[in-house]
């Protein structure tokens, strides 16, 4: 099982993704690390933000390496103690976003570092929103731009609590020292960005091509679905190619062949998804196999590749059905 960060649930919504009967995944598992995800609880008052103290970074200093940071010397704040590093130029965050970033935490007291996500080689996708990630993260990347590196000290009440981090070894006092790489942001109106490809099968369903983060519309044709896969551009972006096993941020939309029915959109949940191919149904993990990041596209998906006749309960989905998703891919992690 690949180690990772981060407590991967499956987000509501996604259960019409999920792959069934295959225990492949590390979903809903726990790496022998800790991370920024919030803590059960996350009431605290909103912090004082102050400049320091916070320790030397004394190796690693360039964005996008992993850094060597000194241990904490005297008595750490008991404010929020927040430093750009390096300032970026690029998107500005906000709360709430989705922020991808590669980070190192650890101990003010005794420099153990706790996690870090530069030797997974995989950043971390998370959402700036209360009870998804730990306060001081919260406050201390609002308003930072894309291509910064931020340095923050995080006291027990924006971090961990009194409870701490068992897990990690992180106690309820501990003050906690992050560097953040902050790669790239998004939010609920993010979308693909490209050239747009002409949609001329008459048979296939054609998909909208606005990129103002509205839902992109679906018109399914009134002929038989197709048997076979299809997966094809509507929007090219000019990113990396996704992996079988690429984790991917998407926005997506999903309606029935019969009826062009919408049974799932993050759209309409006003919050993005991210998800590893292996955790999904295999006509999505095939369907964006090596297509490019910044892409829109057509997936249509027939039963064998979809949810046969098992669909998942509660679902809008009936057996044998062939599925139509738009899918914006917006990262690769």
Do not use: H
Not at 85 to 104: M, R, S, W
Not at 112 to 140: C, E, H, M
Not at 252 to 279: A, P
Request: with cysteine.
């Amino acid at each position: 099982m690949r180690r990772r960060s981060l407590l991967i649930a499956v987000p509501a919504g996604l259960a019409t993704l999920a792959a069934c009967g295959d225990d492949k995944s590390d979903s809903g598992s726990v790496g022998d690390s800790a991370s920024p995800s919030a803590p059960e609880t996350s009431a605290a008052p909103p912090p004082k933000i102050v400049d320091g103290p916070l320790p030397a970074i004394t190796a690693g200093t360039k964005f996008g390496e992993k850094p060597t940071v000194a241990k904490g010397t005297g008595e750490p704040s008991k404010d929020l103690a927040v430093k750009t590093v390096i300032a970026g130029g690029g998107k500005t965050v906000a709360e709430n976003d989705f922020v991808v970033a590669n980070y190192l935490g650890q101990v003010w007291s005794t420099a153990k570092v706790f996690d870090n996500s530069y030797d997974r080689k995989t950043p971390l996708a998370i959402q700036l929103a209360q009870g998804t990630i730990i306060d001081g993260w919260r406050y201390a990347l609002t308003g930072k731009k894309t291509g910064s590196r931020v340095q923050m000290a995080v006291p027990p009440k924006w971090g961990y609590g009194e409870q701490g981090n068992e897990q990690a070894g992180i106690k309820g006092t501990d003050t906690l020292v992050f560097v953040v790489d902050v790669q790239d942001t998004f939010n609920a109106k993010s979308s693909a960005k490209g050239s747009e490809v002409a949609q001329d099968n008459k048979d296939l369903p054609k998909v909208g091509t606005n990129t103002d983060g509205k839902a992109p519309s679906i018109e399914v044709p009134e002929t038989d679905a197709p048997k076979k896969l299809v997966s094809s551009y509507v929007i090219e972006g000019d990113g990396e190619e996704v992996g079988a096993d690429s984790s991917v941020l998407v926005q997506y939309k999903g309606v029935l062949w019969d009826g062009g029915k919408e049974f799932d959109s993050t759209y309409g949940r006003g919050q993005l998804t991210s998800f590893s191919l292996q955790q999904v149904v295999k006509g999505w993990a095939q369907g964006l196999t090596g297509k490019k990041v910044g892409s829109r596209v057509l997936i249509v998906i027939p039963p064998e590749l979809g949810y046969g006749d098992n669909p998942p309960q509660g679902s809008e989905i009936k057996k044998d059905s062939t599925l139509v998703f738009s899918v914006d891919i917006l990262a690769k992690l």
